[in-house]
C-alpha cells in the first residue's frame, strides 16, 4: 500500500480565484504566523475570476447610501437575501474595495483622481467601480500579485483537491491530486475555507470557463453539508451566441441597448419602463430598460422568441446588443473589451453593426450554506465565493455584487477559520494519513487502473448538459425538471462504467475530467431537484406551471442533501430586518 | 516525475523570419564600424598632405570603393529604419492621458534624419 | 544578481546608435557614390581647411568614437548569441577594447591635426 | 464530402516515453472554430489521452498558449481558417521544459513574478490608512502604467524570446514589464527595491531587443518597450550616482 504524504498547516484554502486569496491574504495580514497553503486546480492568475468584466459595487459616493445599496439587492433578490447579511456586506464593501486600491488594482478615475463609478443593472445609484473592462482580471491579479509577498503562504497550484477530510467530527483537511506528479497528497489543516467558485459548466451555454465545476460544492455536498438555494441559476442577458462569450453589462450602463430582429426596444413590452431616446442626457435610466436586473432581461428574450421576434443564425436564435450610439471614442476608452470579443469572436466590430447576443449561464446564487461568518455547518469547513451561499444573492444577484461579495467574504472566512484554526490546534496525523491512503485506493480502482469502463468522458458531460437546458434552464416546468432528475440518475448510473484511455500519471487530464464530471453530476442533481420542489417563480427561478412568487410557502432558502437516492430537501427562513417583501418595479 | 527539455539548436537564430532580421540587423554595426575605421583613415591621410590625400581620393573612386560603399550603405539605411523605427518603443511621450501615437514619434525620427542628411550633403559638397 | 555596469556601454551604445542612423547613410551616399564621379568639392585645400576648425574636429570625433562603440556592443551580443557564451568576458575585452583603441587614434589623430 | 484539416500534436508522456513525438489527427473543420476547439474536439472524440491546458476561452485567463506552427499563440484566439487547408503543428511554448503533451512546466516564471515584488511598495510609516479613503491617480497617471498592467500572464513572449530560450536566468519580458507597471504607478515606492533583480546582469541588460515579445504579446503590452525603458531608467540613475554619489539614493 502507497502511503500518501501529509502536508501540515494552520488553514487550508481551496482555490486560488478572488475569494480564496483574499482569504489568504485576510490571514497574512492578521496572523503572519499561521501557515497557510492555498490549494488550487490551476495556477491562481487562471481562476475565473478573471473574466468578470464589468465592476465590484461599493457605496463611496456622496449621493449614494447604504440603504439603496441594501434596498437593490435585497429587491433583486426577489427578498430572498439574508437582510442581516446584506446589510454586513453592504457596510463592508467600501473598506475592502478601498483596501484593493491600496494593493494597486488599476481603477478607471475621475479627473480629479478619485475613483470613477458607473452605472448597472437593478441598482439605483451609480456605485460599481470599474477598471474599464477588465475589472475581474485586473482584481484577481491585483490580489495575486499582493499575496506573493506573504511568505506564510504557500502555493500549492495545480493540486486538484478530491475530498473533504473529517476527524473527530471536524473538519481537519484535504485530499489533493498532484496533478504534475499524479500523486495524492494529504492536506492536513485545522480549517478549511472552500473558494472553489461556481459550476456554470453543467449547462451546455455558458459564461463560465472550463475549470468551473462545482468541485467544492460537491466536496461539501458528499459530507453532509447542504447546497443552498440551488434552483436559482442566473443568466446573463448577453453572451455571445455559439460560445457564450460575456459581453458585459457595463455595455448597457455605459448606454448600449436591446433590440429585437424589428429594431424595437423590446424590454417596453415586459414592465421595464419607457425607453428614452439614446440621445436623451438621461439615457440610460437606472433600473428601468436594458439596466433592468439580469432575471428580467433573460426572461424576456425567451418570451420575444416564443413571439418569434428574435433573429436567427447558425447558433440558434438572437437580440442585438446595439452600441453604435455611443461611438468609437467612448467604447474604446470604457468598453474596449467588448470590441475586442465581438470583433474576435463574432465577427462584428460594434462600433458600425449591433452585437448579437442571447442570455447564457452565468452564475450559482446558490451554493454551501453558510452563515454570515462564512461558516459551515461542518466545524472547521468555511465557503466564500460564488461557491457559497451566505446569502446576499437570494433568488437573482445584482450585478457587481459578486466581486464586491468576494473580498468582503473572502476576507470574513479568512479571519473566522483563522480563529477556528488557533481554537482548534490537535490534529489526528495517522488517521488522515490512512483515509488518504483510502482516498488514493479509490481514485486507482475506480479511475487510473479501472478495467472494462466503456462511457466516454465527454458523451456523459453532453448528456448531462444537454439535460440541464432543456429541463432546468430560464424557464422550467414539473415535467421538465422530472425529466432532467430522471436524466441525472441514469448519468449517475452510467457513470460508474467511466473509461479512462489515460494510464499515466503526469498531468492526466482525462482523470480530472471524470472528477469533475463526478462532482458536476452531484450538482446538476441538487439544481434539478431544488428546482422541482419550488413550486413557485422567484427571481431566476421561473415555472411556467407555477408563474407566481409564493412568500407564504416559499419566502425561504432550500437546503437540500445528499443522499444515496434521491437529494433530500428541506427549507429555512430567510432573514428579514428592515425590509418587508415587496412587488419587484423596475422602470416605474 | 522528469520534464522534457527540448535541445535549443544551434540554428535557433535561422529558426524564424524574425531572428534573422534581428541578426542581420545587429550586423549592420559591422559596417557601420567598417565605415568609421575607413573615416580614421582619411583623416589620417589629409593630415599626410595631398599626396597622401589624393592617393585616398583615387582609392574611393576605385570600383571596388564604390561596390563596398553600396553594400554598406544598404546596411546603414537598414540601421537607420530599425532604429528609428523602434524609437517610439523608448521614447513614450505622453499628453494628458492619450500617448503620442508611434508613427509620429517615428515620424519625427524620420524627418529629422532627411532633414540633417540634406544640410550635411549641402555643406560638404555644396549642392 | 550583481549590480551591473552596463549602462556606461549600453548609453554609449544607444548614443553610437543614434549618430550612426542620422549621419552615416549620408556620408556614405558623399563618399562612396558621389565623390567618385565629381571630386571638385574634395579639394584638398578646403577639405584640410575645413578639419583644421576645432568644432568640426570634434564633430569628426562624436561621429566615429561613439558608433565604435555602437558596433562594439552589437558585435559583443551577437557573438554571445551565437554560441559563444562561455568566453563573453574574452569578447567583452576584445569588443570594446577594439572601440577604445579606436577612439584614442581618433582623438590623436584629431588633436595633432 | 465534410471539410477536414489536420493537426499535428506534439506529445510526450513521461512515465511512458524518453523523447516526444507527434501525433497527427484528422478532424472537421469548421470555419469559425479556434485551435483550442480542435483540440477539444480531438479530446472528447478521439483521444482522451491529450494533456493541455485550457478555461476562459475568452483570451484572459493565459492558459491555452501554445506553439502554432512555430510561433507562439493563445489557441483560444487562433482561427483554424487562417491556416486551412494546410496541417496545422501545434507544440508546447518553446522555451520551457515539458511536463507532459502541451502542458509546459512554469516554476521559473512563477518564481521570477514572485522575485520582481509585483505589489504596492510603500515607504515606511507612509501607507495610508483605509479610512483615509483612496490615493489619489489622475486618468493620466493611470494611463502611465495601465498598458503594462495588462499581462495575462500566458508567457507567450517567453516563448518568442531567443535570449530566453537561450539562457534560462534572463529575467525575461513579462516579469520586468511587470515590475515596471509598478515601478510607473503613481502609488508605488517601490523602484529601488526592484532595481536589485531587475538592473542586475540577469535582467534587463540581457535584452538585446529583439523585439519578437512585444509581437507575440496578445495583449499589447509591449514588454520590449518596457525593457528598454528601464534600460533608460537604470541608466540614468547609474549615472547620478557616478555625478552625485552623495545624494543620488532617495529615488
Same mark, same amino acid.
Given at each position: 500500500m502507497v502511503k500518501s504524504e501529509v502536508h501540515k498547516c494552520d488553514v487550508v484554502i481551496v482555490g486560488g480565484g478572488g475569494a480564496g486569496l483574499r482569504a489568504a491574504i485576510a490571514i497574512g495580514q492578521t496572523n503572519p504566523a499561521l501557515k497557510v497553503a492555498l490549494v488550487s486546480k490551476v495556477y491562481p492568475m487562471r481562476s475565473h475570476t478573471v473574466s468578470a468584466e464589468g465592476g465590484a459595487a461599493a457605496v463611496t459616493k456622496e449621493n449614494d447610501s447604504f440603504d439603496d445599496h441594501c434596498m437593490d439587492t435585497i429587491g433583486g433578490s426577489d427578498w430572498l437575501a439574508d437582510q442581516d447579511v446584506v446589510e454586513f456586506f453592504v457596510k463592508q464593501a467600501p473598506a475592502e474595495m478601498i483596501q484593493l486600491e491600496h494593493w494597486g488594482c488599476p481603477w478607471s478615475r475621475e479627473p480629479s483622481g478619485k475613483i470613477a463609478v458607473r452605472p448597472f443593472g437593478g441598482m439605483?445609484?451609480?456605485?460599481?467601480? +470599474? $477598471?474599464?473592462?477588465?475589472?475581474?482580471?485586473?482584481?484577481?491579479? =491585483?490580489?495575486?500579485?499582493?499575496?506573493?509577498? +506573504?511568505?506564510?503562504?504557500?502555493?500549492y497550484d495545480e493540486w486538484f483537491a478530491t475530498k473533504i477530510l473529517i476527524e473527530n467530527g471536524r473538519c481537519q483537511g484535504v485530499t489533493a491530486?498532484?496533478?504534475?506528479?499524479?500523486?495524492?497528497?494529504?492536506? =492536513?489543516?485545522?480549517?478549511?475555507?472552500?473558494?472553489?467558485?461556481? $459550476?456554470?459548466?453543467?449547462?451546455?451555454?455558458?459564461?463560465?470557463?472550463?475549470?468551473?465545476?462545482?468541485?467544492?460544492? $460537491?466536496? =461539501?455536498?458528499?459530507?453532509?453539508?447542504?447546497?443552498?438555494?440551488?434552483?436559482?441559476?442566473? +443568466? !446573463?442577458?448577453?453572451?455571445?451566441?455559439?460560445?457564450?462569450?460575456?459581453?458585459?453589462?457595463?455595455?448597457?450602463?455605459?448606454?448600449?441597448?436591446?433590440?429585437?430582429?424589428?429594431?424595437?426596444?423590446?424590454?417596453?413590452? +415586459?414592465?421595464?419602463?419607457?425607453?428614452?431616446?439614446?440621445?436623451?442626457?438621461l439615457h440610460p435610466v437606472k433600473k428601468t430598460m436594458e439596466l433592468g436586473p439580469r432575471d428580467r432581461l433573460s426572461q424576456a428574450f425567451m418570451k420575444e422568441l416564443e413571439k418569434g421576434r428574435v433573429l436567427s443564425g447558425p447558433y440558434g436564435e438572437y437580440v442585438h446588443l446595439d452600441l453604435r450610439h455611443l461611438g468609437e471614442k467612448k467604447i474604446d476608452k470604457k468598453i474596449p473589451f467588448v470590441r475586442e470579443l465581438s470583433t474576435k469572436y463574432a465577427g462584428i466590430d460594434p462600433v458600425y453593426d449591433p452585437i448579437p447576443v442571447r442570455p447564457v449561464a452565468h452564475y450559482f446564487m446558490g451554493g454551501v450554506d453558510t452563515n454570515i461568518r462564512t461558516a459551515t455547518r461542518l466545524p472547521g469547513l468555511f465557503a466564500a465565493g460564488e461557491v457559497a451561499s451566505v446569502t446576499i444573492n437570494g433568488a437573482n444577484r445584482l450585478g457587481s455584487n459578486s466581486l464586491t461579495e468576494l473580498l468582503v467574504f473572502g476576507a470574513q472566512s479568512g479571519q473566522a477559520a483563522t480563529e477556528f484554526a488557533i481554537e482548534h490546534p490537535d490534529l489526528d496525523f495517522t488517521a488522515l494519513e490512512k483515509q488518504g491512503a483510502d482516498e488514493q485506493e479509490r481514485i486507482t480502482k475506480n479511475f487510473i487502473r479501472k478495467n472494462g469502463g466503456y462511457e466516454r468522458v465527454a458523451t456523459l458531460r453532453q448528456e448531462m448538459t444537454k439535460t440541464m437546458e432543456s429541463g432546468a434552464g430560464i424557464y422550467r416546468s414539473e415535467k421538465?425538471?422530472?425529466?432532467?432528475?430522471?436524466?441525472?440518475?441514469?448519468?449517475?448510473?452510467?457513470?460508474s462504467n467511466v473509461m479512462i484511455e489515460d494510464r499515466s500519471l503526469a498531468f492526466n487530464t482525462e482523470l480530472t475530467s471524470a472528477l469533475e464530471l463526478d462532482f458536476m453530476l452531484d450538482v446538476a442533481q441538487a439544481i434539478? !431537484?431544488? =428546482?422541482? $420542489?419550488?413550486?413557485?417563480?422567484?427571481?431566476? !427561478?421561473?415555472?411556467?406551471?407555477?408563474?407566481?412568487?409564493?412568500?407564504?410557502?416559499?419566502?425561504?432558502?432550500s437546503l437540500v442533501f445528499r443522499t444515496d437516492g434521491a437529494p433530500r430537501i428541506e427549507y429555512k427562513d430567510v432573514t428579514i430586518t428592515r425590509w418587508p417583501p415587496a412587488e419587484r418595479v423596475y422602470g416605474r | 516525475m522528469k520534464s522534457y527539455r527540448r535541445p535549443v539548436p544551434n540554428t535557433l537564430w535561422l529558426s524564424r523570419r524574425p531572428y534573422i532580421l534581428f541578426i542581420i540587423r545587429e550586423l549592420t554595426a559591422v559596417f557601420v564600424g567598417a565605415y568609421c575605421v575607413l573615416l580614421l583613415f582619411f583623416i589620417y591621410k589629409l593630415?599626410?598632405?595631398?599626396?597622401?590625400?589624393?592617393?585616398?581620393?583615387?582609392?574611393?573612386?576605385?570600383?571596388?570603393?564604390?561596390?563596398?560603399?553600396?553594400?554598406?550603405?544598404?546596411?546603414?539605411?537598414?540601421?537607420?529604419?530599425t532604429w528609428f523605427n523602434l524609437t517610439p518603443k523608448i521614447m513614450v511621450l505622453q499628453i494628458g492621458e492619450e500617448r503620442v501615437p508611434a508613427f509620429l514619434i517615428a515620424g519625427a525620427n524620420f524627418a529629422a534624419w532627411l532633414g540633417l542628411s540634406v544640410i550635411l550633403a549641402w555643406v560638404i559638397i555644396g549642392v | 544578481?550583481?549590480?551591473?555596469?552596463?549602462?556606461?556601454?549600453?548609453?554609449?551604445?544607444?548614443?553610437?546608435?543614434?549618430?550612426?542612423?542620422?549621419?552615416?547613410?549620408?556620408?556614405?551616399?558623399?563618399?562612396?557614390?558621389?565623390?567618385?564621379?565629381?571630386?571638385?568639392?574634395?579639394?584638398?585645400?578646403?577639405?584640410?581647411?575645413a578639419v583644421s576648425h576645432p568644432l568640426i574636429r570634434l564633430l569628426l570625433f562624436v561621429l566615429i568614437a561613439l558608433p565604435l562603440f555602437h558596433c562594439a556592443h552589437r558585435l559583443r551580443f551577437v557573438l554571445i548569441d551565437i554560441g559563444l557564451k562561455e568566453v563573453r568576458g574574452i569578447i567583452s575585452v576584445l569588443c570594446y577594447g577594439a572601440a577604445i583603441v579606436g577612439t584614442i587614434i581618433a582623438a590623436v589623430l584629431l588633436w595633432r591635426f | 464530402m465534410e471539410e477536414t484539416i489536420e493537426l499535428e500534436i506534439f506529445r510526450?508522456?513521461?512515465?511512458?516515453?524518453?523523447?516526444?513525438?507527434?501525433?497527427?489527427?484528422?478532424?472537421?473543420?469548421?470555419? %469559425?472554430?479556434?485551435?483550442?476547439?480542435?483540440?477539444?474536439?480531438?479530446? %472528447?472524440?478521439?483521444?482522451?489521452?491529450? /494533456?493541455?491546458?485550457?478555461?476562459?476561452?475568452?483570451?484572459?485567463?493565459g492558459s491555452c498558449g501554445m506553439m502554432v506552427n512555430g510561433v507562439p499563440k493563445l489557441t483560444c484566439a487562433t482561427f483554424l481558417k487562417d491556416y486551412y487547408p494546410d496541417k496545422i503543428r501545434v507544440e508546447p511554448l518553446a522555451g520551457f521544459p515539458v511536463e507532459r503533451d502541451l502542458v509546459i512546466v512554469m516554476d521559473d516564471f512563477i518564481h521570477k513574478l514572485k522575485e520582481i515584488k509585483p505589489w504596492i511598495i510603500r515607504r515606511e510609516g507612509e501607507e495610508k490608512p483605509i479610512e483615509e479613503g483612496e490615493y #489619489?491617480?489622475?486618468?493620466?497617471? #493611470?494611463?502611465?502604467?495601465?498598458?503594462?498592467?495588462?499581462?495575462?500572464?500566458?508567457?507567450?513572449?517567453?516563448?518568442?524570446?531567443?535570449?530566453?530560450? #537561450?539562457?534560462?536566468?534572463?529575467?525575461?519580458?513579462?516579469?520586468?514589464? #511587470?515590475?515596471?507597471?509598478?515601478?510607473?504607478? /503613481?502609488?508605488?515606492?517601490?523602484?529601488e527595491q526592484r532595481e536589485e533583480i531587475i538592473a542586475s546582469n540577469e535582467g534587463i541588460w540581457e535584452c538585446t531587443f529583439v523585439g519578437e515579445c512585444s509581437v507575440a504579446c496578445p495583449k499589447s503590452v509591449d514588454p520590449a518597450g518596457a525593457i528598454q525603458r528601464a534600460k533608460v531608467g537604470s541608466t540614468i540613475d547609474w549615472y547620478k550616482d557616478l555625478l552625485m554619489p552623495w545624494g543620488g539614493k532617495k529615488r
Open positions: 439605483k445609484i451609480e456605485r460599481t467601480w +470599474y $477598471a474599464a473592462d477588465k475589472t475581474g482580471f485586473h482584481m484577481l491579479h =491585483a490580489l495575486y500579485q499582493t499575496s506573493l509577498k +506573504y511568505d506564510n503562504l504557500i502555493n491530486l498532484e496533478l504534475r506528479s499524479g500523486q495524492l497528497r494529504v492536506i =492536513a489543516a485545522k480549517a478549511v475555507i472552500l473558494c472553489t467558485g461556481g $459550476a456554470g459548466r453543467v449547462f451546455p451555454f455558458t459564461t463560465n470557463g472550463a475549470i468551473k465545476t462545482g468541485d467544492g460544492m $460537491a466536496m =461539501a455536498y458528499r459530507v453532509g453539508v447542504p447546497l443552498k438555494d440551488m434552483e436559482f441559476v442566473q +443568466y !446573463h442577458p448577453t453572451g455571445l451566441p455559439g460560445t457564450g462569450i460575456l459581453i458585459t453589462e457595463a455595455a448597457r450602463g455605459e448606454g448600449g441597448i436591446l433590440v429585437n430582429k424589428d429594431g424595437y426596444r423590446y424590454l417596453q413590452d +415586459y414592465d421595464l419602463g419607457k425607453p428614452l431616446d439614446v440621445n436623451d442626457p421538465s425538471l422530472k425529466e432532467t432528475c430522471d436524466k441525472l440518475a441514469e448519468l449517475r448510473d452510467r457513470f434539478a !431537484h431544488s =428546482a422541482l $420542489a419550488r413550486t413557485e417563480s422567484r427571481g431566476s !427561478h421561473q415555472r411556467t406551471d407555477y408563474p407566481k412568487r409564493n412568500d407564504e410557502r416559499f419566502l425561504s432558502h | 593630415g599626410k598632405g595631398l599626396e597622401a590625400y589624393q592617393g585616398m581620393l583615387d582609392a574611393l573612386k576605385s570600383p571596388l570603393s564604390i561596390i563596398l560603399h553600396l553594400i554598406a550603405l544598404a546596411f546603414a539605411i537598414y540601421h537607420s529604419v | 544578481m550583481s549590480k551591473s555596469n552596463e549602462p556606461i556601454f549600453w548609453s554609449l551604445f544607444a548614443a553610437g546608435g543614434v549618430v550612426a542612423a542620422l549621419f552615416i547613410p549620408i556620408l556614405m551616399v558623399i563618399t562612396g557614390l558621389f565623390l567618385p564621379f565629381d571630386d571638385k568639392p574634395f579639394a584638398y585645400e578646403r577639405i584640410h581647411g | 510526450y508522456r513521461p512515465d511512458q516515453e524518453d523523447r516526444p513525438t507527434f501525433q497527427t489527427y484528422e478532424i472537421p473543420f469548421r470555419k %469559425d472554430w479556434v485551435v483550442l476547439d480542435a483540440i477539444n474536439y480531438i479530446k %472528447d472524440q478521439i483521444d482522451g489521452t491529450l /494533456s493541455y491546458r485550457w478555461s476562459c476561452r475568452m483570451g484572459v485567463c #489619489l491617480q489622475s486618468p493620466a497617471e #493611470l494611463a502611465e502604467y495601465k498598458q503594462y498592467s495588462m499581462c495575462i500572464n500566458c508567457m507567450l513572449c517567453y516563448a518568442a524570446c531567443p535570449v530566453y530560450a #537561450l539562457d534560462n536566468t534572463f529575467v525575461g519580458p513579462a516579469a520586468i514589464a #511587470l515590475a515596471q507597471r509598478y515601478n510607473m504607478d /503613481s502609488r508605488d515606492q517601490g523602484r
